[in-house]
Nanobody
Framework: QVQLVESGGASVQAGESLTLSCSAS????????MGWFRQAPGSEREGVAS???????DYADSVKGRFTISQDNAKNTLYLQMNSLKPEDTAMYYC????????????WGQGTQVTVS
């Protein structure tokens, strides 16, 4: 079992940047894909970005060119660099880890709130 803890959420102004972190503990190395999801009030949880063990990445169209997913293997930490933030990026952001990048049965973190005004 792996435990995920997100941090870095904050309230920012539109156009500003923010970096989210997700620290993994337990047995993260048995998994092959990590990602970021978000959920706005009244909306379903949606995928934002994913990073597979072969370093391939995938992004939602709404964040392409603005967000960058990366990881520090030595620290077992996943990051989401978010630039040019928009009010529509406001959501609870969750870190996830799974064996596949379709995330059929992910382990979730508790989430970190991002508010853009």
């Amino acid at each position: 079992q792996v435990q995920l803890v997100e941090s870095g959420g904050a309230s920012v102004q539109a156009g500003e940047s923010l970096t989210l972190s997700c620290s993994a503990s337990g047995s993260p190395m048995v998994y092959t894909c990590m990602g970021w999801f978000r959920q706005a009030p009244g909306s379903e949880r949606e995928g934002v970005a994913s990073l597979s063990i072969d370093d391939s990445t995938d992004y939602a169209d709404s964040v392409k060119g603005r967000f960058t997913i990366s990881q520090d293997n030595a620290k077992n930490t996943l990051y989401l660099q978010m630039n040019s933030l928009k009010p529509e990026d406001t959501a609870m952001y969750y870190c996830a880890i799974d064996h596949w990048c379709t995330f059929p049965r992910p382990n979730w973190g508790q989430g970190t709130q991002v508010t853009v005004s």
